[in-house]
């Protein structure tokens, strides 16, 4: 019989705020965390805004030589994890660490390192170059400093599966635990691609939103008038943990993991298909894993990105797999507040969707001013709302056409 598998505690780490707690009083309050590019100058850029996190301090994490030693998205992963481990009261004594594994996904690792190494290169030779180049941006590094830090010995693993990454580590940490190989999971995602060549990268796919003069306005997921994604950074881990384990801890329960499933596209590196057949099977599968039927589900945090295609194609692809249902659920995108996080995306999402089941209240998608006709379903327009969720999904699709989807249950007090 398969093990339980449980939330014990969550670190977001956004535009909205640098802990938890802030993040999800800004997600309720429908704030937005977008505004014009700071880190750099963009003044050449067809795209100017991001949802850049504000204030923060790598010196409080970690000293400042190893925060030299480290890229943005990894400081941002040991900054989730210490938020998230701390909610879970979890101690990893060294009797336990065998058992204690880590995680995480993103979707492009340490941009920034690499952009200003190759600089280093071209201005002063190949034996400038740091020493620490290649352990501060690559994506495995995220969880080797997070497992160092902790001294969490047991599966040690990193996903690199663009958008999915962070949904990708969480469901197969689910299983690694379902499947007895460990007891707790450190799982989630991190990303910190803002920068000239990711900003750059993506303006030049025409991917992103181009309303410069209105930020705030700029990520509307399912809106008419939407012309694009908001590049995002920041982390989402989570502590996944079998139940018994946590309960023999006395630890918080925010929520049960019931199911996961993966799906590929096989169409296009960029684009979905036009019928959804990947989010259906994705979502299908998870569906199976879990053993609940479609009518069971109250609320999906929507992969929702902001651009044309994307939220016209889950919207119907939700149709397809939940029928009448579809127009029961609940449906929001966070993305309209945090903007897109790319690989982290899924680790951002899916714990907010444990809060989601641990405090009954749905954050909403904002700027949903002007519905767009294919996309016709309840998404939470504007203001949070209180609701009765047992059932809550979270869906994650990356370019590749890779996809991924979490199933939460709630837990009865």
């Excluded at 480290?70 to 060294?94: E, Y």
Aim: proline fraction near 5%.
């Amino acid at each position: 019989m398969n093990r339980r598998v449980v939330v014990t505690g969550v670190g977001l780490v956004c535009a909205l705020g640098l802990d938890t707690e802030s993040s999800w009083r800004g997600l309720l309050a429908g704030k937005s965390g977008v505004g014009r590019v700071t880190s750099f100058d963009v003044s050449d850029f067809s795209t100017r805004i991001a949802a850049e996190v504000k204030n923060f301090d790598p010196l409080q994490i970690v000293d400042a030589k190893n925060a030299r030693k480290m890229d943005r998205f990894i400081l941002f992963a040991l900054a989730a994890s210490d938020i998230a481990v701390k909610s879970s009261g979890l101690a990893i004594t060294p009797d336990i660490a065998p058992r204690v594994g880590v995680f995480i996904g993103s979707g492009i690792g340490g941009f920034a390192t690499i952009e200003r190494e190759h600089e280093t290169y071209l201005d002063k030779g190949s034996r400038k170059i740091s020493p620490f180049f290649i352990p501060a941006s690559i994506i495995n590094l995220a969880s080797g400093q997070v497992s160092i830090r902790f001294g969490a010995a047991g599966p040690n693993s990193a996903t690199c599966t663009a958008c999915a990454a962070g949904a990708h580590a969480i469901g197969d940490s689910f299983k690694i635990i379902q499947r007895g190989a460990a007891d707790v999971m450190i799982a989630g995602g991190s990303e910190a691609a803002i920068t000239p060549m990711g900003l750059g990268g993506f303006a030049s796919m025409r991917a992103l939103s181009t309303r410069n003069d209105e930020p705030e306005k700029a990520s509307r997921p399912f809106d008419r008038e939407r012309d694009g994604f908001v590049v995002g950074e920041g982390s989402g881990i989570i502590i996944l943990e079998e139940l018994e384990h946590a309960r023999r801890r006395n630890a918080p329960m925010l929520a049960e993991v019931v199911g996961y499933g993966m799906s590929g596209d096989a169409h296009h590196i960029t684009a979905p298909p036009d019928d959804g057949s990947g989010a259906v099977r994705v979502m299908q599968a998870t569906l199976r894993d879990a053993g609940v039927e479609p009518e069971q589900v109250e609320y999906i945090n929507a992969h929702g990105t902001s651009t044309p295609p994307n939220d016209r194609i889950e919207t119907l692809a939700v149709k397809t797999v939940f029928q009448g249902q579809a127009r029961k659920l609940a449906i929001s995108s966070t993305k309209s507040m945090t903007g897109h996080l790319l690989g982290a995306a899924g680790g951002l999402e899916a714990g907010i969707t444990a809060l989601v089941l641990r405090h009954q209240i749905i954050p909403p998608t904002i700027n949903l001013d002007n519905p767009d006709p294919d996309c016709d379903l309840d998404y939470v327009p504007h203001t949070a709302r209180e609701a009765k969720i047992t059932y809550a999904m979270s869906n994650s699709f990356g370019f590749g056409g890779t996809n991924a989807c979490l199933l939460f249950k709630r837990l009865e007090d």
